[in-house]
Every structure is written in structure tokens, then in C-alpha cells.
């Protein structure tokens, strides 16, 4: 049975990414600093690719992107690897996002030196804040019920008159909280994924790709760290399972 999926792996952490072309002050090392607000932009419209080398064999198996205006330009994008960076392998085939939203998409697990995402945009050059080619931590089921999906809170700053007379707000943004728990999880799949990536990547406040329902609800996927505070902490019972391993996110609503 499927169920949720984290991506914190990124294959443009083995290289540098290049890019085919680059509008000045937009590098593609961006890509990969995982902040939403810097940018690597193209410098054209069509035929434009991110690409990195790895220096040796690494496995993927999925796409996120974040921040981008890739529907916006009508952009066609693909995933391809290789072994010798001359051909080429289609892992995931040419699709165009509907919206500028984030980007999700799986494969069946592939492993290669080389690895690129391409663009072939119709209305401007793409643009794209976050890009990540990885291996998913897939949960061998989606979070118990009851499960919110989502938390959503208005972020606004208020002012009222010296005598409480509302005068008006402002709209910042949308905070978003999620908590899920599982109960009666393999121990196997705790120590050899979960563990090495909340010690290696989201302990350090690190953002990650939280999707719970990637096959039916892939409008649901956020871009998230772990709330402030938060332990991970799995209780154990049996040498085989954990009894309940809670994860606590917070994002911003896109």
C-alpha cells in the first residue's frame, strides 16, 4: 500500500548545477540553497536544462520543484539521466504544470552519473527557486486517522485607534501546521530512513517535501521544517516495531 512521502535527498548537492543559460544575477546554484526567495532564471525561453554531474552513481526516483513560473510560461519539463553525460534516459516524460505551484513527481527508481531537469518554455524564460532530483522516503502508509491535513492560520498585522476603533489589516501570509503520527511501524524503516534524516537534514531546521497523499491528493504537498522544538522522539515496545512516531511540520500556504 502507498502512503506518505518525504524528499530531502537532492542529487544537486553532488555537483554544481549547470544550467544552459542564465539571465545575470540569477545563478543555478540557487537551486539548491533551499531558500524560496533566490532564483535561477533562464536567459531564453526554449531549450533549457538544469544539469549535474554527480562523479558517480547515485539513485532517484522523484521531482520537486518550488517557487517557479513554470505554468505561467507554458513550460514543458522532463526529468533525463546518463551514464557518460552524452545520452540520455527519459525518467519522467514531458508534462506542463498547470499552475505555479509545487511540483511533484514520482518514477520507478533509476541510477546514473548524470542527472537534468529540462524546460522548453512558450511565454518567457522559467524561473525556479527550488529544484530537487532525489530518493523518497515513501511511509508504508499514510498517517492515522484522525488526521488534519492542514492547519491553516491568517497572519495579518491589526491596528486600532487610541479608542478601539478598528482601523484596518494587513495580510502577510498563511501559516500552515501539520501533525501525523503513525502507530506499529517497522523498526527497520525507522533506524535506516527516518533516523538518518531528521539527524542529517530536518534537525538542522532544514525545509523538506511533506506529501501524504502524493497519489490521489498531490495538490496537498508542502514544502516544510519541522515545527520549533519539536523532538523526534519514536517509542519502542518491540524489537521489530515502533509503537507511534509523530511527525510536527509548519510551512507557509502557497
Not at 489589516?169 to 533516523?195: G, H, I, M, P
Amino acid at each position: 500500500m502507498p502512503g506518505s512521502v518525504i524528499l530531502s535527498d537532492n542529487r544537486f548537492l553532488d555537483g554544481l548545477p549547470v544550467a544552459q543559460s542564465t539571465e545575470a544575477g540569477y545563478d543555478p546554484l540557487n537551486v539548491r540553497d533551499l531558500r524560496t526567495y533566490t532564483h535561477w532564471r533562464a536567459a531564453s525561453s526554449a531549450g533549457n536544462s538544469l544539469t549535474v554531474d554527480c562523479q558517480q552513481t547515485k539513485g532517484a526516483d522523484a521531482l520537486v520543484i518550488v517557487k517557479h513560473n513554470l505554468g505561467s510560461v507554458a513550460s514543458q519539463v522532463s526529468v533525463e539521466s546518463s551514464d557518460d553525460g552524452s545520452v540520455w534516459t527519459s525518467r519522467q516524460s514531458v508534462f506542463v504544470p498547470p499552475n505555479d505551484k509545487l511540483i511533484v513527481k514520482r518514477w520507478v527508481t533509476a541510477q546514473a552519473r548524470h542527472w537534468r531537469i529540462s524546460f522548453n518554455a512558450q511565454n518567457g524564460p522559467p524561473q525556479v527557486a527550488v529544484a530537487m532530483i532525489g530518493m523518497a522516503i515513501e511511509f508504508p502508509r499514510y498517517p492515522d486517522a484522525p488526521f488534519a491535513i492542514k492547519e491553516v492560520k491568517q497572519e495579518t498585522d491589526r491596528v486600532s485607534s487610541k479608542t478601539g476603533q478598528l482601523i484596518g489589516s494587513v495580510s502577510r501570509y498563511k501559516s500552515v501546521e501539520v501533525s501525523a503520527s503513525w502507530t506499529t511501524v517497522r523498526a527497520d524503516f525507522v533506524d535506516n530512513e527516518l533516523w538518518p534524516f531528521y539527524r542529517d537534514h530536518a534537525s538542522l531546521g532544514n525545509p523538506f517535501l511533506w506529501s501524504w497523499n502524493p497519489q490521489t491528493r498531490p495538490d496537498d504537498a508542502m514544502f516544510v521544517r519541522l515545527k520549533s522544538g519539536f523532538a523526534f522522539s519514536p517509542t519502542k515496545s518491540n524489537l521489530n516495531y515502533y509503537d507511534r512516531v509523530p511527525l510536527e511540520m509548519e510551512g507557509v500556504l502557497e
